[in-house]
């Protein structure tokens, strides 16, 4: 059994308090050892012992958000992972990625998740996707300790409002910085070491109301010209099939492309890379 | 000096027995049961307060008695839950544990406080068939019964109980295990011993749905309800939602801020 039982058997209070729907606080009581930030870390800057998770995109459509990732993970120079999967669901309606330090950034997704269902479980009720957002930005805000010696990790976090402000779209976009300041952006973001070049792409191509099928060649686009420019992207993998995991979230929920249609995709970019390589 | 009056723990132990048998008794009844598609969970209850919800993928948690208690057992149980589940994996999450603490905690407060919890929860796990169904059922003093594909709790369960265990069917439809439910709490409570006839108003219900992947727990409501009490067959996708109302819309409100509304105009 986990942690903090006392040898009755019984619950400890804090188990069975009102105090909290959160269960990053209740974590924060029964186990703080399972929440990232709370270790004791060695002096110094650390940066290099672990693999780095690189670049991420999202982009607002009409009837949601599209975001996609690619598949490399390096440590230094070398290609720690090819086929890392840094996009998931954060809940039924929202999307999480990730850059940085990837071993903190998968343990940081994982609790999100768990926060996010934990809170529908005892309120019965799901947090506005304002709200999923600011949890998120206190969780990064948690790591900052860590951050600063290196093991930095930010995400990207996009989602479907089911309750948007009028004629706010319901596809949104938050980004992160280290501290757990966050800042909500209109149409696109990427994030990672090749997010300059992905924005960049995205600058000149992206069109308010583009549908979210467009959206999903412009993000594999946008990925493929990131890893054309930066070491640390990895670009579409023709010989091993690994291309990048792409997610939507719209109205019918979060949904992962799955290998046939992003094959379909990733290979009329690269067979359009082949006639002009600038895209 | 006031005397101090000696009493046995035989007697300590009756009197709180009775205390908490005569709370359960006044609230309204529940009853668990599993059917070809799941387990259902059926509970009398006319307020928004639940007493049937969501702990884990595959487990559900029903309780009768005092709210605020229960309530507390609940919590306790989806923190743990979804603690177990954070350090190992999801799969590791089992009803078995969870009855385990439940017992526990619950038979600690019997015998350590001065006054015990007045609930009785049932701790429900759908698997791949109905043999693989768990259901346990924790009553006041932390003992634990594993029972065979139904249980009721409440007031009069053993009347309930009887009613189940003689047309209980692991194979029946979702419409049957459902009118059999709700025939089974209305079969007390009525005037001169009549039978009521339970509406959707009157009646809680929410399914572990074994075909179902990840999450199970669908809870039953509105116009999916009223037409499977009719006795006519819903389609798996309209078989409720998952337990999470949807947020507030939102108004006019910078997000990035705190403040209120008005402090902006």
Not at chain 1, 148 to 165: K, N, R, S, Y
Not at chain 1, 224 to 234: F, I, L
Request: charged content about 25%.
């Amino acid at each position: 059994m986990a942690t903090g039982f006392d040898p009755s058997g019984r619950l400890p209070d804090f188990f069975t308090s009102t105090s909290t729907s959160s269960f990053t606080q209740f974590l924060s009581q029964a186990a703080p050892e399972l929440l990232p930030g709370r270790r004791p870390l060695p002096p110094g800057l650390s940066a290099d012992i672990a693999p780095h998770g690189t670049t991420i995109v999202a982009i607002a459509t009409t009837d949601g958000v599209v975001m996609a990732g690619d598949r490399r993970a390096t440590m230094g120079n070398l290609i720690a992972s090819r086929d890392i999967r840094k996009v998931h669901p954060a809940d039924a309606y929202s999307l999480i990625g990730i850059a940085g330090t990837a071993g903190i950034g998968i343990e940081l997704i994982r609790l999100f998740q768990v926060e996010l269902e934990h809170y529908e479980k005892i309120e019965g009720a799901m947090l506005s996707l304002d709200g999923k957002a600011n949890r998120l930005a206190a969780m990064v805000r948690g790591n900052l300790g860590a951050a600063m010696q290196g093991l930095a990790v930010v995400p990207l976090f996009a989602g479907f409002d089911l309750a948007p402000a009028e004629g706010v779209r319901p596809g949104r976009i938050w980004s992160f910085d280290v501290a757990g300041g966050i800042y909500e952006e209109t149409g696109y973001e990427a994030i990672g070491s090749g997010s300059l070049f992905a924005k960049s792409a995205l600058k000149k191509r992206y069109r308010a109301g583009v549908s979210t099928e467009d959206a999903i060649t412009l993000a594999v686009e946008a990925l493929y010209d990131a890893a054309d420019d930066d070491t640390a992207t990895g670009g579409p993998d023709v010989i091993r099939k690994i291309y990048p995991v792409v997610m939507t979230a719209t109205a019918a929920g979060t949904h992962r492309l799955s290998d046939e249609e992003i094959t379909t995709v990733a290979e009329r970019v690269v067979a359009g890379r082949h006639e002009n390589p600038g895209g | 000096m006031a005397m101090q009056f000696y009493a046995s723990p035989e007697q300590v132990q009756r009197d709180r027995s009775e205390y908490a048998r005569k709370g359960i008794a006044r609230g309204r009844s529940a009853v668990v049961l599993t059917y070809e598609g799941g387990v259902l969970l059926v509970a009398e209850n006319i307020t928004t307060l639940r007493k049937i919800s969501e702990i884990y993928d595959k487990i559900a948690f029903a309780a009768v008695g005092r709210y605020n208690e229960f309530e507390a057992l609940r919590r306790g149980g989806v923190r743990m839950a979804d603690m177990v589940g954070l350090s190992y994996d999801r799969r590791d999450v089992t009803a078995r544990a969870l009855a385990n603490t439940y017992t526990q905690t619950l038979g600690a407060i019997f015998s350590e406080t001065q006054k015990p919890y007045e609930v009785e929860i049932c701790v429900a796990q759908v698997g791949a068939t109905p043999a693989a169904d768990e259901l346990y059922r924790i009553t006041y003093d932390g003992s634990v019964m594993d029972e065979p594909g139904f249980m009721a709790m409440g007031g009069q369960a053993e009347a309930i109980g009887n009613v189940l265990r003689d047309r209980h069917d692991p194979t029946a439809e979702l419409t049957v295990a459902l009118s059999l439910a709700s025939e089974a709490l209305g079969s007390i409570g009525g005037e001169n011993g009549q039978p009521r006839q339970l509406t959707d108003k009157q009646l809680e219900v929410a399914v572990l749905d074994r075909r179902r992947p990840g999450r199970a727990f669908r809870r039953l409501t509105g116009a999916a309800l009223t037409t499977l009490l009719g006795h006519e067959a819903v389609s798996d996708a309209d078989l409720g939602e998952v337990d999470a109302a949807p947020p507030a819309p939102a108004e006019g409100k910078p997000t990035e801020s705190a403040a209120s509304e008005d402090t902006e105009k």
